[in-house]
Nanobody
Framework: QLRLVESGGGLVRPGGSLRLSCAAS????????IGWFRQAPGKEREGVSC????????NYAASVEGRFTISRDNAKNTAYLQMNSLEPEDTGIYYCAVRKGVCSTYASYFDSWGQGNQVTVSS
């Protein structure tokens, strides 16, 4: 059974850092593009970052460019989202998702999702 489990969220002060992990089980992550999405209260889910199966440049939303870094460790079957210089506007539930094929900004194109992980940036 294909499963994604996120971890690493929590409460952090503005300017702080967090690293989210997305551990895959039941399938080989190296065959999938991996996306990170977030959903803030009262807002639609938005794409944050995406990385393809091959070593191409990852994609980032303009709001996180230069602050967030997506990576994947296929040997550990795990993806990561390093988040630095966090801002209150980064608050939300963060999801990892996978799809066969190349990255997309459309959540509906992704096949499987993790359960979500709360990130709160507040002083």
């Amino acid at each position: 059974q294909l499963r994604l489990v996120e971890s690493g969220g929590g409460l952090v002060r503005p300017g702080g850092s967090l690293r989210l992990s997305c551990a895959a089980s039941g399938f080989a992550l190296d065959s999938y593009a991996i996306g990170w999405f977030r959903q803030a209260p009262g807002k639609e889910r938005e794409g944050v970052s995406c990385i393809n199966t091959i070593d191409t440049s990852p994609n980032y939303a303009a709001s996180v460019e230069g602050r967030f870094t997506i990576s994947r460790d296929n040997a550990k079957n795990t993806a990561y989202l390093q988040m630095n210089s966090l801002e209150p506007e980064d608050t939300g539930i963060y999801y990892c998702a996978v799809r066969k094929g190349v990255c997309s900004t459309y959540a509906s194109y992704f096949d499987s999702w993790g359960q979500g992980n709360q990130v709160t940036v507040s002083s």
